[in-house]
């Protein structure tokens, strides 16, 4: 086949058919689309809130510290690891005092060092210290209230005078903290700094986070708590609703049970008719009649809705009827003795 017949027939590779724009446009919405329509809606804003707090909680709660100001934000003596100093002596030596000292291994940039802990031991006077020979190479940094405002001269007083007297106790690092203390015990009844101990608690959104976590608790309790009564109520509703269908259903049951046997009963009697008066008698009208409603019965029973309370109701009178139409039927059919043949 040349290539002019295989144009002519249709022949050969077919050209992509492009793509159906109302398919595209028919398809559900995409993931963003559906994660910002969750966002607006109240579970998606008190999501984005709890996810703010947090953050804060995080931020604010020196998660992002490195480990000198972390460890500084709860102690008020922090000591590299490597160096022989009793901390947990420094510590009571400094007491509940607005004093922190770092003591740092030599060569470390105390300034830098100053820095890191800005936030972690805001409101205190802050010595930085390391070895240095034969005596202290020292950074003062006073975080005291306005520090960098009103009470500048107050802060850079207390940074020269805190660390006073340490190079003669370079080689016994506790000796140097008790002069740091009584140092500021000077500057404390100079005035220089404000008195007042040092307090260490949780950031506002720890207790924030607190609370929205008992409230939650609260909330989700009392909710599964009404949660269940209601979930209680319903279910013994249903429960009444139910024993009251089997109720309905076992007494149309016996109903029904009841008229098959009137009928039964009344069977030998038609039989004894129809053969007696022929198939015309008032009687075996009635019981023929009185049959098919049986058999329409039975069609409806087998029908039947168990929990329509209504038609199982309705039914039951139904039966009722009939049953008291077999009833009537019995009462005027003749004595036994009427009925045997080879009597006059």
Same mark, same amino acid.
């Given at each position: 086949?040349?290539?002019?017949? #295989? $144009? +002519? @027939?249709? %022949?050969? !590779? *077919? &050209? =992509? /058919?492009?793509?159906?724009? #109302? $398919? +595209? @446009?028919? %398809?559900? !919405? *995409? &993931? =963003? /689309?559906?994660?910002?329509?969750?966002?607006? @809606?109240?579970?998606?804003?008190?999501?984005?809130?709890?996810?703010?707090?947090?953050?804060?909680?995080?931020?604010?709660?020196?998660?992002?510290?490195?480990?000198?100001?972390?460890?500084?934000?709860?102690?008020?003596?922090?000591?590299?690891?490597?160096?022989?100093?009793?901390?947990?002596?420094?510590?009571?030596?400094?007491?509940?005092?607005?004093?922190?000292?770092?003591?740092?291994?030599?060569?470390?940039?105390?300034?830098?060092?100053?820095?890191?802990?800005?936030?972690?031991?805001?409101?205190?006077?802050?010595?930085?210290?390391?070895?240095?020979?034969?005596?202290?190479?020292?950074?003062?940094?006073?975080?005291?209230?306005?520090?960098?405002?009103?009470?500048?001269?107050?802060?850079?007083?207390?940074?020269?005078?805190?660390?006073?007297?340490?190079?003669?106790?370079?080689?016994?690092?506790?000796?140097?903290?008790?002069?740091?203390?009584?140092?500021?015990?000077?500057?404390?009844?100079?005035?220089?700094?404000?008195?007042?101990?040092?307090?260490?608690?949780?950031?506002?959104?720890?207790?924030?986070?607190?609370?929205?976590?008992?409230?939650?608790?609260?909330?989700?309790?009392?909710?599964?708590?009404?949660?269940?009564?209601?979930?209680?109520?319903?279910?013994?509703?249903?429960?009444?609703?139910?024993?009251?269908?089997?109720?309905?259903?076992?007494?149309?049951?016996?109903?029904?049970?009841?008229?098959?046997?009137?009928?039964?009963?009344?069977?030998?009697?038609?039989?004894?008719?129809?053969?007696?008066?022929?198939?015309?008698?008032?009687?075996?009208?009635?019981?023929?009649?009185?049959?098919?409603?049986?058999?329409?019965?039975?069609?409806?029973?087998?029908?039947?809705?168990?929990?329509?309370?209504?038609?199982?109701?309705?039914?039951?009178?139904?039966?009722?009827?009939?049953?008291?139409?077999?009833?009537?039927?019995?009462?005027?059919?003749?004595?036994?003795?009427?009925?045997?043949?080879?009597?006059?």
């Amino acid at each position: 086949m040349t290539r002019s017949d #295989s $144009r +002519r @027939t249709g %022949a050969g !590779p *077919s &050209r =992509p /058919q492009r793509a159906d724009p #109302s $398919r +595209r @446009t028919s %398809a559900g !919405p *995409s &993931r =963003p /689309q559906r994660v910002i329509g969750l966002l607006g @809606t109240p579970f998606g804003l008190a999501v984005l809130a709890c996810l703010a707090l947090a953050g804060w909680a995080v931020w604010s709660g020196g998660a992002l510290d490195g480990p000198v100001a972390r460890q500084v934000r709860t102690t008020s003596f922090h000591a590299d690891p490597g160096l022989d100093v009793d901390r947990a002596a420094a510590e009571r030596i400094i007491g509940n005092r607005r004093l922190v000292v770092i003591l740092r291994s030599p060569g470390a940039d105390l300034r830098d060092t100053c820095k890191q802990v800005h936030r972690a031991a805001d409101g205190t006077v802050v010595l930085v210290l390391s070895r240095d020979g034969d005596d202290y190479d020292t950074y003062g940094c006073a975080l005291v209230p306005g520090y960098d405002k009103k009470n500048l001269g107050k802060a850079a007083a207390a940074e020269m005078i805190i660390g006073r007297g340490i190079d003669t106790f370079a080689d016994r690092p506790l000796e140097a903290v008790k002069v740091i203390a009584v140092n500021y015990d000077r500057l404390v009844k100079a005035g220089t700094v404000s008195d007042g101990a040092r307090t260490i608690s949780p950031s506002l959104p720890r207790f924030l986070l607190a609370a929205a976590a008992v409230s939650g608790v609260v909330a989700g309790a009392s909710l599964l708590y009404l949660g269940g009564r209601r979930a209680g109520r319903l279910a013994a509703a249903r429960r009444v609703r139910r024993d009251g269908l089997t109720d309905s259903r076992s007494a149309l049951s016996a109903a029904t049970a009841g008229l098959a046997q009137q009928i039964i009963d009344l069977d030998p009697t038609y039989a004894l008719l129809y053969g007696r008066q022929g198939d015309d008698s008032g009687f075996a009208r009635r019981y023929r009649q009185l049959t098919a409603d049986h058999a329409a019965l039975l069609d409806r029973l087998a029908t039947l809705d168990d929990t329509d309370e209504a038609a199982v109701g309705k039914l039951t009178a139904h039966v009722e009827s009939l049953s008291r139409r077999a009833q009537a039927l019995a009462d005027k059919q003749p004595e036994q003795h009427d009925a045997q043949p080879g009597k006059s």
